[in-house]
């Protein structure tokens, strides 16, 4: 099993978060804090994203030192064990933060992952590879939960995006949702909203994986979607 407590954060706060179900962690160490900023495979992800929170305005394009999320830059085309530009996840919160103007993703040695915060639903997931089967998800989702609702409110994102679905991220923002809008004529968004994030709402959207998809269209979607909470 691999276990990550503690979400990645790259030295500040965040204005956008984005979701994914779980964490494996692999047995090999060979990316810097790895075990901090999680494998970039497994389960489902939760990744914060943005260059400011509510509390702390402003983006550097410089990466910071040590910031743990340098490794998505590194892998960036080709890493030791993993290709951060072949992951489907990587490439559309990438193409998302540059959409937001949460960082300039295509600036020489750009350091747009040091805006993100990646944290996960599920912090434990088969050793092998894979999501949690249900007694897996059971045995951890209380822990989980409050896991996420600290990490939010702690982070105080502007935004969040959930890369997971429907039914894996409902359960955790049942609870939640201040304002919960109608969605139509989309095909990779499912919910849309405002969730309590500290003392403001945060606008929500949960989009389905990005892996088989379409993603321009599904970055379109997710942008649109943002758009119309802010509006």
């Not at 990550?4 to 956008?16: E, F, I, V």
Request: some cysteine; proline content about 7%; glycine content about 10%.
């Amino acid at each position: 099993m691999g276990a990550d407590h503690t979400p990645t954060l790259s030295g500040r706060s965040a204005p956008t978060v984005f979701v994914e179900r779980v964490k494996h962690v692999r047995n090999s160490d060979a990316l810097p804090h790895r075990a901090n900023a999680g494998s970039p495979t497994g389960a489902r992800r939760a990744t914060a994203a943005g260059g400011a929170s509510r509390d702390r305005p402003g983006v550097k394009e410089d990466m910071p030192p040590n910031c743990p999320m340098s490794w998505v830059t590194k892998c960036w085309g080709g890493g030791e064990d993993y290709n951060t530009r072949k992951s489907a996840f990587w490439r559309v919160i990438r193409a998302t933060v540059g959409r937001l103007r949460i960082a300039d993703i295509n600036a020489d040695g750009s350091a747009w992952p040091s805006q993100l915060v990646w944290s996960n639903l599920y912090k434990i997931a088969p050793a092998a590879g894979g999501n949690p089967n249900n007694q897996l998800q059971r045995a951890q989702f209380e822990g989980c939960l409050q896991l996420l609702h600290w990490e939010i409110e702690t982070f105080k994102p502007k935004r969040l995006l959930f890369l997971t679905g429907l039914a894996w991220a409902g359960p955790f923002l049942e609870h939640a949702w201040c304002d919960n809008l109608p969605v139509e004529g989309q095909v990779f968004i499912e919910a849309k909203g405002y969730v309590m994030a500290g003392p403001e709402p945060a606008s929500c959207v949960i989009a389905s994986h990005p892996q088989g998809k379409n993603e321009r269209n599904w970055v379109d979607e997710v942008v649109a979607a943002f758009s119309q909470l802010s509006s």
